[in-house]
């Protein structure tokens, strides 16, 4: 089912209100967090969303995002809800979503499926952790986000997901337990497994100090070298758009509530 181009322009309006939101929570708790993936990729190459985006990608270091889960239900306006695996039991991820109460969202795997939690269109939100700059950590980082991916829920990047969150746990304290902080400028920055979609291998010092990229015509944080930040999580170039039928979506269906 193709989303009516008026209607995704609308949830991408509402998306940036979330995200505006967002950012006046964090300027006033100075946390830290940065525009990611698709997000980043849209203020990059076409200062706003990428025309057929249907969600907004962020980041936070890892200390920031769990000071933003304890703040967060005393903040958010009430149309967001605060979703994580607390906050709506039948959720399957564990990372953070902001979900709209203002218009929703199936995405192709959930279509035709009896789903119980919240299908607000969302802003997801990721922690971001280091390790050191060696080749062990970086094959044990591949290695543990391998065997992440095969135990996490199904999502458009986990096609054949075999949801086990017990084990998973595990998996992710282990690498949380590899996090040596950001004092170090050699360090690496990764994903948390967390978000099992996508792992890379960034520069901290291609990261921070953050700049600031117009997006929508806000201003939001970016990495400070944003080209780095991109190359490491595509493997094509990522300034040509990509034909038509490479134009990934998550949306099977959106709609704006009244």
């Not at 200390?63 to 009430?78: G, P, T, V």
């Not at 595509?234 to 704006?256: C, G, Q, V, W």
Request: negative net charge.
């Amino acid at each position: 089912m193709a989303i009516e181009p008026k209607v995704l322009r609308e949830a991408q309006l509402i998306m940036l209100d979330m995200l505006v939101e967002f950012d006046a929570i964090c300027a006033k708790h100075n946390l830290q967090y940065w525009l990611d993936s698709g997000t980043l990729l849209g203020a990059v190459r076409h200062q706003g969303f990428i025309p057929w985006d249907d969600d907004i990608d962020l980041s936070m270091p890892v200390e920031d995002y769990l000071k933003f889960q304890e703040i967060a239900k005393d903040e958010l306006s009430e149309n967001i809800f605060f979703q994580t695996r607390k906050t709506d039991e039948k959720f399957l991820f564990d990372y953070i979503k902001l979900r709209s109460n203002r218009a929703s969202i199936v995405e192709f795997h959930e279509k035709d499926k009896e789903i119980a939690y919240h299908q607000g269109v969302f802003v997801d939100i990721f922690p971001m952790f280091t390790l050191p700059n060696t080749a062990f950590y970086e094959n044990y980082y591949n290695d543990i986000f391998k065997l992440i991916r095969d135990i996490s829920a199904v999502s458009l990047h986990t096609p054949n997901g075999n949801n086990k969150p017990e084990a998973r746990e595990k998996l992710l304290e282990s690498l949380a337990s590899m996090h040596e902080g950001w004092d170090k400028e050699e360090s690496k920055v990764i994903y948390g497994g967390e978000m099992p979609d996508v792992a890379a291998w960034f520069d901290q010092k291609k990261i921070f100090p953050l700049n600031k990229m117009k997006f929508e015509g806000f201003d939001f944080p970016v990495p400070n070298d944003s080209e780095h930040y991109l190359g490491s999580i595509y493997s094509f170039n990522f300034m040509e758009l990509p034909p038509l039928d490479k134009r990934t979506i998550h949306a099977h269906e959106m709609r704006i509530e009244n």
